[in-house]
């Protein structure tokens, strides 16, 4: 099945700092990577996801990239606000035999400092 | 769309009682997910399910979980002894897969906090 490393499991930022997470995959296959955002006493939500065919996406301040030969890929959150302080989770896919289903990180918790 | 809708938010039980949570996931999804979140061990897929066929329940914990999905728009996840180590926030999550290699976002319900004293 599919393993999916996350780094690091607690970043600090000045508010207006750039933040970077970093997560590893296993399966070559692999061919869709979502993120999550997940505030405190909420359910995680979908922030930005990105397909195989393509290397990088935006929208707005959140970018994710991909490096499929090094299966590994980010999330990028520039000029960061305090309301961007929140558990972060990205995830790969699992295709191996009849499973369809993602795998997710262990979490980054992102604290921006005003 | 109100979303994926779970139900209680919250619950308190004693040891050996029987817990159900309740599941109604967006309209249109064909696909069903139960996790458990915990400090120590993170998000753990319990059980999924596709067109309301059980795929994968390796997650589930022991034979005193037991979950199913009567239909497109509702399942359950029942845990029958609770036990205070079950104490988590279980999320039930949904998703349209679209053919067999193709993946899409969850969309997560807010969760049901429950605490087996």
């Known amino acids: 099945g599919e393993n999916v490393e996350q780094h690091p499991s607690t970043l600090s930022v000045q508010e207006g700092d750039s933040a970077v997470i970093k997560c590893t995959y296993s399966d070559s296959a692999s061919n869709y990577f979502p993120w999550y955002k997940q505030e405190l006493g909420k359910g995680p939500q979908l922030i930005i996801d990105?397909?195989?065919?393509?290397g990088e996406k935006k929208d707005q301040r959140i970018a994710v990239t991909l490096n499929k030969t090094a299966k590994h890929f980010s999330l990028h959150i520039t000029e960061t606000q305090p309301e961007d302080s929140a558990v972060y989770f990205c995830?790969?896919?699992?295709?191996?035999?009849?499973?369809?289903?993602?795998?997710f990180g262990s979490g980054t918790q992102l604290t921006v400092l005003p | 769309d109100a979303g994926v809708i779970q139900s209680p938010r919250h619950e308190v039980t004693e040891m050996g009682q029987e817990v159900t949570l309740r599941c109604k996931p967006i309209?249109?999804?064909?696909?069903l997910f139960w996790y458990r979140q915990t400090m120590m061990r993170g998000l753990e897929l319990l059980i999924y399910?596709?067109?309301?066929?059980?795929?994968?329940d390796s997650g589930m914990p022991e034979d005193r979980f037991s979950a199913k999905m009567p239909n497109a728009s509702f399942s359950t996840l029942k845990i029958q002894p609770s036990e205070p180590r079950d104490s988590a926030v279980y999320f039930c999550?949904?998703?349209?897969?679209?053919?067999?290699?193709?993946?899409?976002?969850?969309?997560f319900g807010s969760g049901t906090r429950l605490t087996v004293v």
């Open positions: 995830a790969a896919p699992s295709l191996s035999g009849s499973a369809r289903q993602l795998t």
């Open positions: 309209s249109g999804h064909n696909s």
């Open positions: 999550a949904s998703s349209l897969a679209t053919g067999t290699t193709t993946l899409n976002g969850y969309t």
């Open positions: 990105i397909r195989s065919n393509v």
């Open positions: 399910f596709n067109n309301n066929v059980p795929i994968d």
